[in-house]
T-cell receptor
Framework: AQSVAQPEDQVNVAEGNPLTVKCTYS??????LFWYVQYPNRGLQFLLK??????LVKGSYGFEAEFNKSQTSFHLKKPSALVSDSALYFC????????????FGSGTRLQVQP | DARVTQTPRHKVTEMGQEVTMRCQPI?????VFWYRQTMMQGLELLAY????????DSGMPKDRFSAEMPDATLATLKIQPSEPRDSAVYFC????????????FGEGSWLTVV
């Protein structure tokens, strides 16, 4: 079985401040980890992924995520938030040995205040 | 600009009616997924296909839902008969069968059953 937990329904941050959106996972074997963003009335857009290698992954729009195997976490970060980053963020996981479909977390709404 | 195309974008129908949603995956992608998004359940995997063959449809209510890929450029999700609890956004996604398995989402079909 594979699962993802996003413990925060909403994260509020002021524009210009750093942001973190948390994600922890559970899989058998090695994880493949993903972040997607969803803007209102739109589909999910791929941000970044971790497959193997460097634990710090850089993605679109200045976002990055850090893979921590011991803590089974894959938190999304950005050094300086923009109002336009306000959206719904989904963490997703699949294991490298079993089924190939992604399992998504419940989503975290990021609200960046001007 | 390659993208997953879904039709219809919006559908309002009466309970008991048949609903068919269509998806054109990105050209060359041979893995296709159907996800359903609701406020209560978040993103749920309904079914996925590889090379047009269903690999997993365990998340799909079999009594009223069916999913097919008549050819490599078309995936369909049918609900018959529809019920109010089927009101949701239905997303199609496609990808390549490589290890990274990044999948790309369409804009969704927004279904309301009254």
């Amino acid at each position: 079985a594979q699962s993802v937990a996003q413990p925060e329904d909403q994260v509020n941050v002021a524009e210009g401040n750093p942001l973190t959106v948390k994600c922890t996972y559970s899989v058998s074997g090695n994880p493949y980890l993903f972040w997607y963003v969803q803007y209102p009335n739109r589909g999910l857009q791929f941000l970044l992924k971790y497959i193997t290698g460097d634990n710090l992954v850089k993605g679109s729009y200045g976002f990055e995520a850090e893979f921590n195997k011991s803590q089974t976490s894959f938190h999304l970060k950005k050094p300086s938030a923009l109002v336009s980053d306000s959206a719904l963020y989904f963490c997703a996981v699949r294991d490298s040995t079993g089924r190939r479909a992604l399992t998504f977390g419940s989503g975290t709404r990021l609200q960046v205040q001007p | 600009d390659a993208r997953v195309t879904q039709t219809p974008r919006h559908k309002v129908t009466e309970m008991g009616q048949e609903v068919t949603m269509r998806c054109q995956p990105i050209l060359g992608h041979n893995t296709v997924f159907w996800y359903r998004q609701t406020m209560m359940q978040g993103l749920e995997l309904l079914a996925y296909f590889r090379n047009r063959a269903p690999l997993d449809d365990s998340g799909m209510p079999k009594d009223r839902f069916s999913a097919e890929m008549p050819d490599a450029t078309l995936a369909t999700l049918k609900i018959q008969p529809s019920e109010p609890r089927d009101s949701a956004v239905y997303f199609c996604a496609s990808g390549l069968p490589d290890r990274s398995n990044t999948i790309y989402f369409g804009e969704g079909s927004w279904l309301t059953v009254v």
